[in-house]
């Protein structure tokens, strides 16, 4: 039987420590099954947040061993167990309490983006008419979990904690799929521009290389919505043409 | 009564998956203030895991398909024992609540004429799962969730409902926690919707989250609302079965709806030896047909992989018991074959099967595209739950409405795949839209403070009883370990009194359970609550299987292996007697109209 041992972060918005572990592990467990077997069999009030355990709620974000990651699609072997593996929470968000954290920011943001409107519909029955083609890209943008995995990594939110300013990489994502949703009719572009904070991303490209989900979030949502903005804004002929607008 | 943080609401709707974010939208149409209540964030409820698609007989890959074949499909899944009002209504509805969801901005996969594409699923006689390749769950959750929170809906986010509050016969509130401070919370309603979802926490091998505790069975429960269909629980037959920390995840249908076949370990398809009477005449009978139908062959019938859930999960019960597993306790489901067939066989896999491809990939270090997987029968659906009129949804319980896995009725004995997320969105719809006109005719109801008190009291034992007491979480296990042994697939008499000696049991160490720490976001107080609603379920689908003495659906028991023409007459309903005990008895199924008839005669 091989023991591992895991430092798991205590606390809650006051404080917290890292607290060690050792449990027994086995053939194919994932980080999530580890934490599950330390709340059952030495730590009832652990808190954690999961739900489905097969990488498709995005609710088990944590940093382990630093990195962000869904717990439940970390198996063990990818990770070096000869030593302490850490389990932290994500340390973008206020802390509730050991892994959870307060993630209620990223609802407040989302709600402040244009919603939906569709075209009215192609056919008489009331129905659109879209080619495969045409929405694959936002299917990309839809394939989302919520996990917050690229908000947690962005310098722009994480270190300079500007959550006033900037939606964050996640909310880049969505903006992009409304924006490129063939049959959408609002534009978005101004409010990206100004209450979004497009401007503060710089392009570092961390929120791809954390997204489980594999969503290019830089090159496919973020650089075209940055373009948008450039032409939209700064074009001299789209400018002269903004101004005699009502 | 104690000072509580008190909400008030014209509708609350409890649950916010697929069903109660449709629900709590279509009450608020309604022009009522609703409330609606999850136990985890939005948006990660259950609906969020589904995969192959939503069944609507859009007809836009096989004109042949109307919403009578649908009603007629789902009539013989169900084994007759459906409500077959709501199996009308759900075929008749499903088309236009999916293009309901695209007006909202859902995305599903196009024909090559831009319309909503199709797939085939078992049991379904022409491709009718509209879907967005295996995340079709995710895209209705998201839909309804970005399109919900702009409809004025008081979300409480991560607190769970305890117990339902009544005024005389009809339901006033709801008493629960919220899990970040362990605070409690009272609402007051006019009119409650239960979608809750399911069960499946009550076994140890399910592809359900945490979330599957029975909390909205047992809350109607204890209600005094009727259950039926306890006995019928939906056993997946492909779920993972090594390595031992995924047992359980769900290997999606849709695998064998692009090619992949089911094989023992001397390499025999099974499925061919074994097709029911009823499905003769719809089921290829050699391998070349099969392969034509998943082609798309119009002319072809499905290969008998793709037969009602129910019945493959059987077979591969047998050839286990027969000896002729894989390693690990299940079957062969082979993909990889079709490279015989396809010249790019693995591209195509990746393409047609990406979640399926990385899901092995990353937890179990197996190419799809090259090696079998290892699967077997995993718990996954609930059929049994609150009865409902098939109109308005409305409980045996006035103000009490239910909608989604929760509720009973359209499935019958079994559902098909793709039925549960057109039901939510059906049924979801009628039971805002019914719950707003009740909320509208009706008064707010009187609270009463002492029995609010008294729950509040039980809601906080375990912490009395501390650290040094038993954890839940090992009664939990116990349950789960008993259950899928007594109360599985495979049912006899003998243990499922067995099952109910050992409920007693651990309902007796449930009531001793205690947790240490302080309420704040504490797992263990959770689970030791819900471990009472766990344990009531357990009671009633143990209870109902005892009595229902035949097999049908996803109700086999080996001693009384047949179908009886005369238990297909009944629904079993459960409900709370007088004295407090478990009270079991058989309601007639009232009779179906002639043209409802004559449908499914014309469809046989
Ligand atoms: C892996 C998987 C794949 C599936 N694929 C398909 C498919 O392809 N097609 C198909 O039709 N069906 C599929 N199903 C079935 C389908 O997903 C579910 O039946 C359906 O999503 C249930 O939806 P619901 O709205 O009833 O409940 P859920 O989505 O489960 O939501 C329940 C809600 O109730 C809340 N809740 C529960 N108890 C309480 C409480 N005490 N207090 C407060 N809130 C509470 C939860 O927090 C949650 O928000 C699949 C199921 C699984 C597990
Ligand atoms: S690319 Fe932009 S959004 Fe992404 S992490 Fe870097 S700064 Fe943040
Ligand atoms: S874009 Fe990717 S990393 Fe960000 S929330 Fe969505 S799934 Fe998570
Ligand atoms: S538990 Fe759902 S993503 Fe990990």
Redesign the pocket.
């Known amino acids: 039987m091989t023991m591992a041992t895991f430092q798991i972060w205590r606390g809650d918005a006051k404080g917290g420590a890292l607290k060690d572990y050792t449990t027994k592990v086995s053939d194919g467990m994932v980080v999530l099954d580890a934490v599950h077997q330390i709340q059952a069999e030495q730590a009832n009030d652990l808190a954690v947040r999961w739900n489905c355990k097969a990488g498709k709620c995005g609710s088990c974000s944590a940093e382990v061993n630093g990195h962000p990651r869904l717990m439940c699609m970390t198996r063990l072997n990818q990770i070096d167990i000869t030593k302490p593996v850490t389990i932290e929470p994500m340390r973008t968000f206020p802390s509730i309490k050991d892994l959870v954290t307060d993630v209620s920011w990223n609802f407040r943001a989302k709600k402040t983006i244009t919603r939906f409107k569709p075209r009215t519909p192609d056919a008489p029955d009331g129905t659109w008419r879209m080619q495969q083609v045409d929405i694959e890209r936002v299917q990309e943008f839809r394939k989302c979990i919520e996990c917050f995995l690229c908000q947690d990594v962005c310098h722009v939110l994480r270190d300079h904690q500007l959550f006033d300013e900037f939606a964050g990489p996640r909310h880049m994502v969505y903006a992009a799929a409304l924006e490129m949703n063939p049959i959408d009719t609002e534009d978005r572009v101004s409010d990206l521009k100004k209450a979004h904070g497009i401007g503060y991303c710089n392009i570092t490209k961390c929120c791809t290389k954390v997204c489980p989900e594999s969503i290019t979030i830089t090159d496919n949502a973020i650089i075209p919505l940055k373009e948008r903005v450039v032409d939209q804004f700064y074009d001299p002929v789209r400018k002269l043409f903004r101004m005699f607008q009502p | 009564m104690a000072d509580y943080q008190t909400h008030e609401h014209d509708v609350l709707v409890?649950?916010?998956?697929?069903?109660?974010l449709r629900a709590a939208i279509e009450a608020s149409a309604g022009g009522v203030s609703v409330g609606l209540?999850?136990?985890?964030l939005l948006g990660k409820?259950?609906?969020v895991?589904?995969?192959?698609?939503?069944?609507a007989a859009l007809a836009n890959v096989d004109d042949r398909d109307n919403w009578k074949v649908h009603f007629a499909d789902t009539m013989r899944g169900g084994q007759y024992l459906n409500n077959w009002r709501m199996a009308q209504l759900h075929a008749q509805e499903a088309p236009a609540r999916a293009h309901e969801l695209e007006g909202w901005g859902a995305m599903f996969d196009r024909t090559p004429d831009g319309r909503i594409l199709q797939r085939n699923f078992g049991g379904h006689r022409y491709p009718r799962l509209a879907h967005v390749g295996y995340r079709?769950?995710l895209e209705m959750i998201r839909t309804l969730q970005d399109h919900g929170i702009h409809q004025g809906i008081d979300v409480h986010m991560e607190?769970?409902?305890?117990r339902l509050l009544k005024d005389g016969d009809r339901v006033v509130g709801a008493f629960?926690y919220e899990r970040e401070r362990g605070r409690f919370k009272l609402f007051k309603a006019k009119a409650i919707v239960l979608?809750?979802?399911?069960i499946g926490r009550a076994y140890k091998i399910t592809?359900?989250s945490w979330?599957?505790t029975a909390?909205?069975h047992a809350?109607a429960y204890e209600a005094g609302a009727d259950l039926q269909d306890m006995e019928f629980i939906q056993f997946h037959p492909t779920g993972m079965v090594w390595p031992p920390s995924v047992r359980g995840i769900?290997v999606?249908e849709g695998v064998r709806g692009e090619g992949g076949i089911l094989k023992n370990s001397e390499g025999r398809r099974f499925m061919f030896d074994d097709i029911p009477d009823n499905y003769k005449s719809q089921t290829a009978d050699n391998a070349e047909e099969g392969w034509r139908y998943v082609t798309g062959d119009k002319a072809a019938r499905r290969p008998p992989e793709l037969l009602t859930r129910d019945h493959v999960a059987r077979c591969i019960m047998r050839e286990v018991k027969a000896g002729r597993g894989s390693p690990h306790g299940g079957v062969y489901l082979d993909i990889a074959w079709i490279k015989e067939k396809l010249p790019n066989a693995a591209e195509h896999i990746k393409k047609k099967l990406p979640s399926m491809y990385h899901q092995f990939k990353q937890l179990a270090d197996l190419d799809i595209t090259k090696e079998p997987m290892e699967i077997g029968p995993t718990t996954?659906?609930v059929m049994g739950g609150v009865r409902v009129d098939g109109d308005s949804q409305m409980s045996t319980v006035s103000g009490l409405f239910a909608a989604?896995?929760?509720a009973a009725g359209l499935h019958g004995a079994n559902r098909l795949?793709?039925?549960?997320?057109?039901d939510?969105i059906v049924f979801g719809k009628r039971a805002g839209e019914f719950a707003a006109t009740y909320a509208k005719a009706n008064r707010q109801g009187t609270v009463d403070g002492r029995q609010v008190d008294d729950i509040a009291k039980w809601a906080l034992e375990p912490f009395e009883r501390g650290a040094a007491a038993e954890g839940p979480y090992q009664v939990q296990y116990a349950l789960q370990d008993m259950m899928q042994e007594l109360v599985g697939i495979v049912r006899t008499e003998a243990e499922m009194q067995k099952a109910l000696d050992g409920l007693r049991e651990l309902k007796a160490r449930a009531v001793k359970v205690g947790v240490g720490g302080h309420r704040e976001y504490n797992p263990g107080w959770h689970s030791s609550l819900d471990l009472f609603n766990l344990l009531a379920i357990s009671e009633a689908v143990a209870r109902s299987a005892l009595e229902r003495r035949e097999s049908r659906g996803g109700h086999f028991r080996e001693d009384y292996p047949n179908k009886d023409a005369k238990a297909g007459t009944f629904n079993l309903v459960v409900r709370k007697g007088r004295d407090g005990e478990m009270e079991l008895v058989q309601a007639p199924i009232s009779e179906m109209p002639q043209e409802l008839k004559d449908i499914i005669e014309a469809n046989k």
């Open positions: 409890i649950g916010a998956g697929g069903a109660g209540v999850c136990k985890s409820a259950h609906t895991m589904a995969e192959g698609g939503l069944a079709t769950g607190c769970t409902v305890v629960g979608a809750t979802g399911g592809s359900n979330e599957y909390d909205g809350l769900l999606t996954h659906y989604g896995e929760v795949g793709g039925n549960s997320l057109s939510l």
